[in-house]
């Protein structure tokens, strides 16, 4: 196994973070144990709130059709209100292993895992929205531990940030929280690990995370797995025409985000402007958020088909009392002064894509030949079911790709 690509790993009784094959990390970093605490009267002041909604109408019969479903979220927020026990959520969380350190003035929360044996590799998986890092732990014991799963694959060193603005990393007092100036902070997080190589996975922004990793560091990250994909292709002046898979499937997706891009619109625009009512108001929050987790989750539209309620509410809990639901949509506000890519961009590290049917939104699959246009794909699974969120939704069929790849890359190293 190359080095670089041991085992790292994390004290939590609060000896200090060690790093690959037990290299201290970079002093600059200094991570320190973290617990996940919210407070009662942020509970308490919650569910007053619930309890205190006040209820829009809804037209008879029209269903999901305009936005979330009144009768469903008042069902839900009931719950939430006076069944939904948080504490013993936030118990099963703290069993994990919890971190921040400093990045660029930022304090940054992640989670560090070892995996089993010397021979680790490292990773780091990033999520996206509306999603936290909640949606990357049932991946936890079947990476850092496949064997005991009934996995064939290496086992690896797992680190899990929450992205700037989101859950219990700092909400930033400035602009710029970007894809690629996040990649950079996390890069800055592997090395600071102690890991002088590793691979990346994500969904949502954080397969674009995932992409600047492979674009900007391509001397550290091994290769990258992207079960969603967020940064389209270059296809201007000078590219190759789109043949009609691509032509059909471009086609598609503007469609679609005529009909349903709103919310991007709205948050790429003016997310100050309904951050106060989603800040403010549990329902509001639950609507704007659990109608996308079932337009983009692979459950046929019956949401608890694809999450349980309690890990929905314990979503909607980490956005609430963290107060992070405005930092973290002013994302698309900062993305969108990107631009597309260009030629430049093409990420060589090799790429493995899990093609799952809602990977990013309901049948819009893209064709291998529009990813290959900005990636080096090297491996592409199309899976039977799953959807955009499907490190919970489907954790063992993206476990056991990410493993594949990963596994094949360090032997072609050995």
């Known amino acids: 196994m190359q080095a670089g690509l041991g085992a790292g790993y994390a004290d939590r009784a609060g000896g200090g973070v060690t790093g690959a094959a037990g290299s201290?990390?970079?002093?600059?970093?200094?991570?320190?144990?973290?617990?996940?605490?919210?407070?009662?009267?942020?509970?308490?002041?919650?569910?007053?709130?619930?309890?205190?909604?006040?209820?829009?109408?809804?037209?008879?019969?029209?269903?999901?059709?305009?936005?979330?479903?009144?009768?469903?979220?008042r069902e839900l927020l009931a719950y939430w209100a006076d069944g939904f026990d948080w504490r013993a959520r936030e118990r099963e969380?703290?069993?994990?292993?919890?971190?921040?350190?400093?990045?660029d003035g930022l304090g940054i929360h992640f989670v560090h895992e070892r995996g089993t044996g010397r021979d680790a590799v490292p990773l780091v998986l990033t999520h996206g929205w509306p999603s936290t890092?909640?949606?990357l732990l049932?991946?936890?014991?079947?990476?850092?531990?496949?064997?005991?799963?009934g996995l064939d694959a290496p086992a690896f060193d797992v680190v899990i940030p929450s992205l700037p603005g989101y859950g219990f990393s700092?909400?930033?007092?400035?602009?710029?929280?970007?894809?690629?100036?996040?990649?950079?902070?996390?890069?800055?997080?592997?090395?600071?690990?102690?890991?002088?190589?590793?691979g990346a996975v994500g969904g949502d922004f954080g397969a674009a995370v995932s992409a600047y990793l492979g674009r900007d560091h391509p001397g550290s990250v091994i290769g990258i797995h992207l079960y969603t994909l967020d940064v389209a292709p270059y296809a201007g002046p000078g590219a190759r025409p789109l043949t009609e898979v691509e032509a059909a499937y471009d086609a598609y997706m503007e469609t679609w985000w005529r009909a349903e891009g709103g919310y991007k619109q709205i948050q790429a625009t003016k997310p100050g402007t309904v951050g106060y009512g989603l800040n403010d108001s549990p329902a509001g929050l639950a609507a704007w958020l659990i109608e996308k987790w079932r337009s983009w989750g692979g459950c046929a539209g019956d949401v608890e088909r694809g999450?349980?309620?309690d890990f929905l509410l314990s979503t909607?809990?980490?956005?609430w009392a963290t107060q992070t639901i405005t930092s973290s949509m002013r994302t698309y506000y900062d993305d969108r002064r990107l631009g597309p890519v260009g030629p430049h961009d093409?990420?060589?590290?090799?790429?493995a894509v899990a093609v799952f049917n809602h990977m990013t939104i309901p049948e819009g699959v893209p064709p291998r030949e529009w990813v290959e246009r900005l990636y080096a794909v090297r491996r592409w699974t199309e899976m039977p079911r799953g959807g955009h969120f499907a490190a919970c939704e489907e954790p063992e069929l993206l476990a056991r790709d990410i493993g594949a790849f990963f596994g094949e890359l360090c032997q072609r190293r050995e």
């Open 133 to 135: 890092f909640l949606e």
């Open 346 to 351: 093409y990420v060589g590290v090799p790429t």
């Open 170 to 198: 700092d909400r930033p007092a400035r602009q710029g929280m970007t894809m690629p100036y996040v990649a950079g902070l996390w890069h800055r997080l592997m090395h600071g690990l102690g890991y002088e190589r590793y």
């Open 316 to 319: 909607l809990t980490i956005y």
């Open 307 to 309: 999450f349980s309620r």
């Open 138 to 149: 049932p991946l936890v014991p079947l990476l850092t531990n496949p064997a005991a799963h």
């Open 24 to 73: 201290p990390v970079l002093p600059e970093l200094r991570p320190t144990p973290y617990a996940i605490r919210v407070e009662d009267d942020v509970l308490d002041d919650l569910r007053t709130r619930i309890r205190r909604t006040r209820w829009p109408d809804q037209l008879p019969g029209i269903g999901w059709e305009q936005g979330t479903e009144l009768g469903y979220l």
């Open 93 to 103: 969380l703290n069993d994990f292993h919890h971190y921040r350190a400093e990045l």
